[in-house]
């Protein structure tokens, strides 16, 4: 994100994106929080869907970055909730669809009971929107550390030996294997450089970056989960630093927001599953998936 497109997100003016009509409310549940994303106009934004029926899912688009949090914890609680001085706007993608439009005045709230129930979104394959959907897991770039380099040669023999398949591509080696231990943590990060923030004080104010020192609402601060997870092929310990979007991308493409309710969760996924990592020769990985054996 350029720093000065931050800097116009957090002025006390809130921009006004394609204009939203009417004055109404919505009930239901929140699915499906994309990353942030920027209009053609320049216009921090991010999608998700709300449930408001039983068999109902609406788009919606807000266009307020301080709220990305917020609203991906939602989705995660899956409590019914109310959003009351929203819009609707007319989708980009269907002619004719009147998406949800949250505002920076938008307010959501929790209610007690809706007369249906949180329902699982079916995902739809090949739409427009998936393709906006951000980068996949397979472009991210992971750090892999091995603890002795001599090991490492063992383990690119070992693959080719018994993956051939796996590693038919040059400069690629393949790990599947359980993994043996994760750690996880939620933390904040700065809106403008996305840094994470080691002395964050929720009941603050204002926060100051302690990398860029760009001053900002407690609340810009964006909600990250970082981890790390221990893969051991035999006597060699591989050690994958996972960076927030990985894990998010990860989640959100496996249907798994349901677990960002906890740290715990999402590390007890991790450790139940074969992890298999696929990385080049700069250690950019190339695929990184999970499942049973
Ligand atoms: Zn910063």
Same mark, same amino acid.
């Given at each position: 994100?350029?720093?000065?497109?931050?800097?116009?997100?957090?002025?006390?003016?809130?921009?006004?994106?394609?204009?939203?009509?009417?004055?109404?409310?919505?009930?239901?549940?929140?699915?499906?929080?994309?990353?942030?994303?920027?209009?053609?106009?320049?216009?921090?934004?991010?999608?998700?869907?709300?449930?408001?029926?039983?068999?109902?899912?609406?788009?919606?688009?807000?266009?307020?970055?301080?709220?990305?949090?917020?609203?991906?914890?939602?989705?995660?609680?899956?409590?019914?909730?109310?959003?009351?001085?929203?819009?609707?706007?007319?989708?980009?993608?269907?002619?004719?669809?009147?998406?949800?439009?949250?505002?920076?005045?938008?307010?959501?709230?929790?209610?007690?009971?809706?007369?249906?129930?949180?329902?699982?979104?079916?995902?739809?394959?090949?739409?427009?929107?998936?393709?906006?959907?951000? %980068?996949? @897991?397979?472009?991210?770039?992971? =750090? $892999? #550390? /091995?603890?002795?380099?001599?090991?490492?040669? !063992?383990?690119?023999? %070992?693959? @080719?030996?018994?993956?051939?398949? =796996? $590693? #038919? /591509?040059?400069?690629?080696?393949?790990?599947? !294997?359980?993994?043996?231990?994760?750690?996880?943590?939620?933390?904040?990060?700065?809106?403008?450089?996305?840094?994470?923030?080691?002395?964050?004080?929720?009941?603050?104010?204002?926060?100051?970056?302690?990398?860029?020192?760009?001053?900002?609402?407690?609340?810009?601060?964006?909600?990250?989960?970082?981890?790390?997870?221990?893969?051991?092929?035999?006597?060699?310990?591989?050690?994958?630093?996972?960076?927030?979007?990985?894990?998010?991308?990860?989640?959100?493409?496996?249907?798994?927001?349901?677990?960002?309710?906890?740290?715990?969760?999402?590390?007890?996924?991790?450790?139940?599953?074969?992890?298999?990592?696929?990385?080049?020769?700069?250690?950019?990985?190339?695929?990184?998936?999970?499942?049973?054996?």
């Amino acid at each position: 994100m350029p720093f000065t497109c931050r800097l116009k997100m957090d002025s006390s003016a809130p921009k006004r994106a394609r204009a939203c009509k009417e004055e109404t409310v919505f009930e239901g549940y929140l699915h499906d929080v994309t990353q942030m994303k920027t209009s053609g106009n320049n216009d921090d934004f991010f999608n998700c869907y709300l449930q408001t029926s039983r068999d109902k899912y609406r788009r919606c688009v807000v266009f307020d970055a301080t709220k990305h949090g917020d609203y991906g914890m939602s989705a995660a609680d899956r409590k019914p909730l109310k959003i009351s001085s929203a819009g609707t706007i007319w989708c980009k993608f269907n002619p004719g669809q009147l998406d949800i439009c949250i505002r920076r005045g938008s307010i959501k709230k929790v209610l007690k009971s809706l007369d249906f129930d949180y329902i699982e979104k079916p995902s739809i394959p090949n739409s427009v929107e998936e393709s906006l959907v951000p %980068e996949s @897991v397979a472009r991210q770039r992971l =750090e $892999v #550390e /091995q603890q002795e380099e001599v090991e490492q040669q !063992e383990v690119e023999q %070992e693959e @080719v030996e018994e993956e051939e398949e =796996e $590693v #038919e /591509q040059e400069g690629i080696t393949a790990v599947r !294997e359980p993994v043996c231990g994760i750690h996880l943590a939620y933390q904040r990060q700065c809106s403008s450089c996305n840094e994470g923030q080691l002395a964050f004080n929720i009941k603050a104010i204002n926060h100051r970056c302690e990398a860029c020192g760009f001053y900002q609402k407690v609340g810009s601060n964006v909600k990250a989960a970082t981890g790390t997870v221990w893969v051991n092929k035999g006597d060699v310990k591989l050690t994958l630093k996972l960076t927030s979007t990985v894990l998010m991308t990860y989640l959100s493409q496996n249907n798994l927001q349901g677990l960002l309710a906890g740290v715990q969760l999402v590390e007890e996924h991790f450790l139940a599953g074969v992890f298999e990592i696929k990385y080049n020769v700069n250690n950019e990985v190339v695929v990184v998936t999970t499942g049973n054996v």
